[in-house]
């Protein structure tokens, strides 16, 4: 395979995960880090280091313009992303001295545990409760646009949801995925917010896990160093690791 080859298939790829990165809240990272080690044979703390870098741009595009739409909850977002920050800190240093096996194996069961509870619907009787009295004082409450005109939810289970929040940050320094899997399930589940606001706030929060996950990574170089000019030796090195 040349290089143009691989630039090519891996744009086109990339284009898809962040299509459903930004749908989803997952940050796209599900897509390429699977991509990178199983299909190009790429060492996957390279392509968790590649994924990171992604992700924040995934998030830096789609936020935006949710924020401007009134579907992300800002206050939310900045609240749990203290303990995402932190989580994903610690996830970065274990990523450096946990074998590659045992990545994969932890990246596989996060993509199951996902989707297993993902197509678990809450129940409706879940959707309208009285409001919780510590995100009352941390004024989470909110509403989004929606069909039938602005809908008001109740934000639940503060104290479980930044807990979570701190494992779904070392989840993205671990495996690369900005951890939107974790975060939209944390958010929906167990905090009780409607669907459309955790993804749409999932995706304002990947980019600081993410920008906090490469960041930490960047000391051992895990994160490859993208230039736009290369010197002969170095792009001859790169086809020959593709080939």
Known sequence: MTILEFTAIVA?????????GSLTGLGGGVVLVPLLTIFFHVDIRYAIGASL???????????????????SNIRIG????????FGALLGAFLATRIPTSALAIIFGAVLLYSAY???????QAQRSLPPDLLATRLRMNGSFPDLEGPRSYNVQHVPTGFSLMFGAGALSGLLGIGSGAVKVLA??????IPFKVSTTTSNF???V??????GAQLAPLWV?????????????????RIE
Do not use: W
Not at 53 to 67: D, N, P, Q, R
Not at 78 to 85: G, P, R, Y
């Open 78 to 85: 900045m609240f749990l992303e203290i303990a995402t920050t």
């Open 53 to 71: 870098v992604s992700v924040i741009a995934t998030s830096s595009g789609a936020a935006a313009s949710y924020v401007k739409e009134g579907f």
């Open 187 to 192: 958010m929906d589940q167990a905090m009780q």
């Open 224 to 240: 490859p160093k993208l230039k736009l000019g290369r010197s002969p030796s170095n792009s001859r090195g790169m086809r020959e």
């Open 12 to 20: 086109i790829v990339s284009f898809v995960a962040g299509l459903l």
């Open 117 to 123: 509870f993902s197509r678990k619907p809450r129940p």
């Open 209 to 214: 896990t993410a920008a906090a996950s490469a």
């Open 205 to 207: 929060m990947i980019g």
